[in-house]
């Protein structure tokens, strides 16, 4: 199974890039926006491509040729312009979306933000709101079609090492997790498709990650 | 019937509540931000409500309370922050929309930008992308519900004063049109049960806005 991580040169994308490679049944395309970023990627032995989430859906669909799912685990951050914020975070996400479907990749797996309901957009301090607006449409947009989709909103991301322990529910209480772990996660996701249809909060707990994916 | 126009205190909106109260047919509710912005429609007869586009949908809601129709024509214009791009033009539109279900207003006439559709956000100089892409997902979540809606596309806005003749079409060449027109043309598909599930662009041209409107 062939997997096309959008977003690749994140960290959390470079994690997950790393435990596909290393894994025997799955393998990796690392979508990145510039070719100098593609030597981490040639050193784990990952196909790259270079597209911008600013390039239309038919450029973003030729990444997509040939894969059999796609990870979108890109993010402009909560702290970048919120012209960003519009361009990539929901326009970015939502032509990804699209382009699974002219690439005919049926599977899709979401990396959002912890809380993306309606609710959470209201209760967000002013500076933050419009990121969680914008991670709000684009799971919207997802779960209106018909792929295969995953939403994962992790907890407070840490760049602390991973301990493989998480606890995972629809609704928890606000905590943190390493971007290693969320890449584990995401990792055992694609591996587990009773994870299809479903989204699920994910926080540092004191199950497995495999243990915890199997359970949703 | 009742009219909420959301946006009252822009131009468009006090050109609207102004032909709606010369009317015989309608009444106006004019939806404001602050109760200082009361006075022009208090002197045209018109009925007021204070809310804001960044309260939650059920204040929102009993802002459209008893009302028929619900037009919005608020904008926080293409220079404002990004911030208020995501905020107010796609999160506090589809608010509304959601506040219209919520309050079971079954008619509702959205102002829209000239062209929405995917391949203008791609083709807007950066600095305009946003608004674009934010005036795009608001008109593609109205086309998404089972409201009866309307989407007017205008042309640039100016602030000449109307002509009262207008050229209308799914598709047109870019062109101008003063606000006091599109008033017009608004007030026109209030009238006009035609426009009902359609959208159109709005240029000045040589028809009449009733002759064009009915047209659609």
Redesign the interface.
């Known amino acids: 199974m062939k997997v096309l991580v959008v977003g690749a040169n994140g960290q959390i994308g470079k994690h997950l890039v790393s435990f596909i490679q290393d894994s025997d049944r799955l393998e990796a395309k690392a979508m990145i926006r510039k070719q100098e970023q593609a030597s981490f990627f040639e050193n784990v032995g990952a196909e790259t491509v270079v597209v911008d989430l600013e390039d239309?859906?038919e450029t973003i669909a030729g990444a997509a040729e040939g894969v059999d799912t796609i990870v979108f685990t890109a993010g402009s951050g909560p702290h970048t312009?919120?012209?960003k914020?519009?361009?990539i975070d929901?326009?970015g996400a939502?032509k990804t979306i699209e382009a699974a479907k002219v690439a005919g990749v049926k599977r899709f797996v979401m990396i959002s933000s912890f809380d993306t309901r309606?609710q959470a957009?209201?209760d967000a301090p002013?500076?933050f709101?419009?990121y969680v607006?914008?991670k709000h449409?684009a799971d919207e947009w997802l779960k209106?079609t018909d792929l295969d989709y995953t939403i994962i909103h992790p907890g407070g991301l840490t760049n602390d090492k991973g301990t493989g322990k998480v606890k995972v529910a629809s609704e928890l209480d606000r905590g943190q997790i390493p971007r290693e772990d969320v890449a584990r996660v995401i990792f055992a996701s694609l591996e587990n498709e009773s994870t299809i249809g479903k989204e699920f909060q994910v926080v540092t707990g004191t199950t497995s990650v495999e243990e915890a994916v199997s359970s949703i």
């Open positions: 239309d859906i312009g919120k012209d914020t519009i361009m929901l326009d939502v309606r957009i209201q002013p500076s709101a419009p607006a914008a449409y209106r």
